[in-house]
């Protein structure tokens, strides 16, 4: 084989190593924000689920004060504001950008839009930057939780199923 052949082959595979290494890690999971209060389900979506959606799936307090569940109530839309926020879609089509992905996020609690990158540090570690202006930046990172359906298996086995009441004593109390 010629010299330039394989210079050729071997700068084809390392620009296919290094593209490999860039693409961002699968964001999938379900995830807790850093300060605790909600729970965010990222899956795959968009064309070929090459992009990664998120919605809020449990929060801390779910309800208000009068124990309503909590709604969209700052979203600066007036037809928007009786949302529920579990459910709210929050990370809509973030796109792969080097080693993360981009996009916008909605803040529920202030009813704004502001510019995240969303990168895994580790497979329980999520580095979430968010930018207003481009010049006003903040960084949190959220954790990996099992994901809420499996939470609730977990509750379910974790507590004894209650015991049937046997015949007699079902009988005895539907003649009481």
Excluded: H
Aim: hydrophobic share 40%; aromatic share 4%; proline share 7%.
């Amino acid at each position: 084989m010629r010299l330039s052949t394989r210079l050729g082959l071997a700068s084809a595979a390392l620009m296919v190593s290094t593209a490999v290494e860039a693409a961002p890690k699968d964001l999938s999971g379900t995830w807790l924000t850093g300060d605790g209060r909600a729970k965010i389900r990222i899956d795959r979506c968009g064309p070929g689920g090459s992009n990664a959606c998120g919605k809020v799936v449990w929060l801390k307090s779910p309800t208000d004060d009068s124990g309503v569940p909590r709604t969209d109530v700052k979203n600066p839309d007036p037809k928007k504001r009786v949302r529920p926020i579990i459910g709210l879609t929050l990370l809509d089509n973030l796109k792969p950008d080097d080693s993360a992905f981009a996009g916008e996020i909605y803040n529920a609690d202030e009813g704004k839009i502001y510019q995240v990158s969303l990168a895994r540090e580790s497979e329980a570690e999520l580095n979430v930057q968010g930018c207003m202006l481009k010049v006003l930046c903040g960084s949190q990172t959220w954790t990996r939780v099992p994901d809420v359906n499996q939470q609730a298996a977990i509750q379910s086995e974790a507590k004894p199923a209650p015991k049937a009441a046997s015949k007699p004593a079902a009988a005895k109390a539907a003649a009481e």
